[in-house]
């Protein structure tokens, strides 16, 4: 299949070609002739599986089909919400590029950045507006943005929406827009709370759906090296040495952890920057740039920041430290193997994390194949210790003992827990 087969417009298509693209991935496959009809979208799809493009072309060509703006001014037609700031960042200029030969304007606005030149923005006209929750609420309560002639409206990574502690904001926008609409959903996973919201705002949906829930990024080879807590950082530092690995994002759980590695590396002669959300906006644009373009080989990520990062041909994922909730490691690994590439992610762990490795391997319904890196043996008679998830001294043990995922979450506790914390560094 081809994507002048879609139905797509000479402009989009120009576009597709320039990117490099000559196959539409199955979710665009599906997708882009449902929202050509006008079809409300439930999609299940990760992230790496091409789904940006998958809602964003044919989001274009309606906006171009459904004619041209009022004279004089332009209204926000479409909308697209997203949990984190990069994330809207790369769906953004996902928009501009496909969108580049289309006399339509997109713009993205997100906190932790000053206000006006979004106000100025939005002042002068967008047709379409990606933005995170909390900036849009900024800017409805300031009036400085129009959703009451919305046609077409996304959610991208609904779950994470959630998760993140977004419902109420969510809800509070929703409200403020049309009935009639074409709304396009897009989970990796779907929870009753999913499944509700969804109900709520989708009217017969078509369902699109190219990964299964749960399931690690199918190209993604995995692999555990065992080692001592105390090795870790020597472990990495001989890894990226030895095979010569020009890119690697590195999984901390906590920022503190992500400062101290990426200082470490750095001493150890390795390019580094750490991204999280502690970091300033600016801080965390520069980071990721460099690293995009290999002025620095390791970036070292906190979960939060690295959701939704969209990094080329991202070869090598490295889990430093496991995270404290299994569906998080399936979030981390799709960072690699992203659509259709070759993607390999190694985890570090240490005696104190088998149990979350467990955990893991319970959610992903196979074990992970443990690969003893030889003079890096882990010493058998260190007892393992509870983990410091970071959060104000509270240790993993403690918070855990009741803690059975259901079908595979983290205990609803635990979510809000990680909701709370998440939506001030994200937004
Ligand atoms: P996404 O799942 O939307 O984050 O996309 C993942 C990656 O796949 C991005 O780097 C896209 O640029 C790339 N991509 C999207 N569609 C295609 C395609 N049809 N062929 C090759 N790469 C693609």
New binding site residues.
């Given amino acids: 299949m081809s994507?002048e087969s879609l139905g797509l417009r000479t402009e989009l298509l120009r576009a597709?070609s320039e990117?490099?693209?000559?196959?539409?991935?199955p979710?665009?496959q599906q997708a882009i002739p449902l929202v050509l009809e006008g079809r409300d979208i439930m999609g299940g799809?990760?992230?790496?599986?091409?789904?940006?493009?998958?809602f964003?072309l044919p989001l274009l060509q309606r906006l171009m089909s459904s004619g041209k703006p009022e004279k004089g001014r332009r209204i926000v037609r479409a909308l697209v919400l997203t949990p984190t700031r990069e994330l809207a960042a790369?769906?953004n200029e996902?928009v501009e590029s496909y969108g580049k030969y289309l006399p339509l304007r997109s713009t993205v606005i997100f906190g932790g950045v000053k206000i006006n030149p979004q106000i100025q923005k939005l002042r002068n006209g967008v047709d379409i507006l990606v933005a995170t929750p909390g900036r849009l609420l900024d800017h409805v309560s300031q009036k400085t943005v129009d959703l009451s002639r919305l046609d077409i409206l996304v959610l991208d990574e609904a779950d994470r929406m959630l998760d993140m502690g977004f419902i109420r904001d969510i809800r509070k926008i929703l409200a403020l827009l049309p009935r009639q609409k074409q709304t396009l959903f897009f989970s990796a996973t779907f929870s009753d709370e999913i499944k509700r919201l969804a109900n709520d705002l989708l009217r017969s949906p078509a369902l699109v759906e190219v990964a299964q829930r749960n399931t690690a990024a199918e190209r993604v080879s995995q692999v555990v090296h065992p080692v001592d807590k105390k090795r870790k950082r020597e472990l990495l530092s001989y890894l990226i040495g030895s095979k010569n690995w020009k890119q690697v994002l590195v999984f901390n759980r906590t920022k503190h952890g992500a400062n101290r590695l990426s200082e470490q590396l750095i001493t150890d002669g390795i390019t580094a920057a750490a991204i999280h959300g502690n970091k300033s906006q600016g801080a965390r644009t520069r980071a990721l740039a460099d690293f995009k373009s290999g002025k620095v080989r390791v970036l070292v990520a906190t979960d939060i920041a690295a959701r939704?990062l969209?990094?080329?041909?991202l070869p090598h994922v490295v889990n430093y430290e496991l995270p404290n909730v299994a569906e998080d490691y399936v979030h981390r690994i799709g960072r690699t193997g992203?659509?259709?590439?070759e993607g390999e992610a190694m985890s570090l762990v240490c005696v104190d994390e088998l149990k979350l490795l467990r955990d893991i391997e319970r959610l992903l319904k196979r074990d992970i194949p443990k690969v003893v890196i030889d003079d890096f043996e882990p010493d058998p008679s260190i007892k393992a210790e509870p983990i410091n998830t970071g959060r104000g001294g509270r240790k993993q043990g403690a918070r855990r003992t009741n803690a059975k995922p259901q079908n595979g979450r983290p205990p609803l506790h635990a979510r809000r827990n990680r909701g709370n914390r998440s939506r001030r560094s994200a937004e």
């Fill in positions: 994507f597709v990117k490099g693209y000559s196959v539409p991935t979710i665009q799809a990760q992230t790496g599986t091409g789904k940006t493009a998958g964003t790369q769906v996902s939704g969209d990094i080329n041909e992203r659509a259709g590439r």
